[in-house]
């Protein structure tokens, strides 16, 4: 898995499960920000390793991108790549925990793009950070397991609050680690107002 990670040597720590951390691999990433279109104010609250992040700094059209992550051992090097790719004047880096961030009600970014924890053994759910960003984003892109909002009272919430623009189905499993890629998985841009869905597949012989 830290094979497909251009990080500093010697400040790639170890993933934690606990908190469902899965990295984007890069190349899905790279063809998540090319293929939708994204620009303004930009977020990626669970950036982790910086893989999501690093590409949407290459690709994207934003006038500020916000990148947040959590975990404190990740933000050096994540601080780092970016620094590598754009000069941080449009880019800025939050160590917080983006679900307990206090905001108005007002739509504060153009984009959010996220793959966010599955689930975490901290109790914490691909539909806690759908939610959280559906209320502060005009559009939301998420990479997420195809099940993962099928039933229960909560996704039921999403969905009574989401209108899905396009729905991208991946070919074949990406290479998220033991667990991760045991799963069928999609990426799904939600949008402001309902529209046609455009499913579409991406045919990749894997992502790495």
Not at 76 to 99: I, N, Y
Not at 114 to 139: C, I, Q, T, Y
Not at 171 to 195: L, T
């Given at each position: 898995?830290?094979g497909q990670l251009d990080l500093i040597p010697g400040l790639v720590?170890?993933?934690?499960?606990?908190?469902?951390?899965?990295?984007?691999?890069?190349?899905?990433?790279?063809?998540?920000?090319?293929?939708?279109?994204?620009?303004?104010?930009?977020?990626?609250?669970?950036?982790?390793?910086?893989?999501?992040?690093?590409?949407?700094?290459?690709?994207?059209?934003?006038?500020?991108?916000?990148?947040?992550?959590?975990?404190?051992?990740?933000?050096p090097s994540l601080r780092h790549r970016l620094r590598a790719e754009?000069?941080?004047?449009?880019?800025?880096?939050?160590?917080?925990?983006?679900?307990?961030?206090?905001?108005?009600?007002?739509?504060?970014?153009?984009?959010?793009?996220?793959?966010?924890?599955?689930?975490?053994?901290?109790?914490?759910?691909?539909?806690?950070?759908?939610?959280?960003?559906?209320?502060?984003?005009?559009?939301?892109?998420?990479?997420?397991?195809?099940?993962?909002?099928?039933?229960?009272?909560?996704?039921?919430?999403?969905?009574?609050?989401?209108?899905?623009?396009?729905?991208?189905?991946?070919?074949?499993?990406?290479?998220?680690?033991?667990?991760?890629?045991?799963?069928?998985?999609?990426?799904?841009?939600?949008?402001?107002?309902?529209?046609?869905?455009?499913?579409?597949?991406?045919?990749?012989?894997?992502?790495?």
């Amino acid at each position: 898995m830290m094979g497909q990670l251009d990080l500093i040597p010697g400040l790639v720590p170890a993933l934690d499960s606990s908190m469902g951390q899965w990295w984007t691999p890069p190349r899905l990433a790279e063809r998540i920000a090319r293929e939708f279109p994204i620009e303004g104010h930009v977020l990626e609250p669970t950036a982790g390793a910086g893989n999501l992040a690093v590409a949407l700094a290459k690709q994207a059209e934003f006038s500020l991108l916000e990148v947040n992550e959590i975990d404190p051992r990740w933000t050096p090097s994540l601080r780092h790549r970016l620094r590598a790719e754009r000069e941080l004047g449009s880019v800025k880096v939050h160590e917080t925990d983006w679900l307990e961030t206090s905001w108005d009600d007002r739509r504060w970014f153009d984009w959010c793009v996220m793959n966010p924890p599955d689930e975490s053994k901290r109790g914490v759910h691909v539909v806690d950070f759908l939610e959280r960003a559906l209320l502060g984003a005009d559009h939301t892109v998420a990479l997420i397991r195809l099940n993962a909002l099928t039933t229960g009272e909560r996704t039921r919430r999403v969905w009574k609050r989401a209108h899905v623009r396009q729905l991208v189905m991946l070919a074949s499993r990406p290479a998220f680690g033991p667990s991760g890629g045991e799963q069928e998985w999609c990426v799904v841009w939600f949008g402001p107002e309902a529209g046609p869905v455009h499913p579409t597949v991406w045919w990749e012989d894997g992502w790495s």
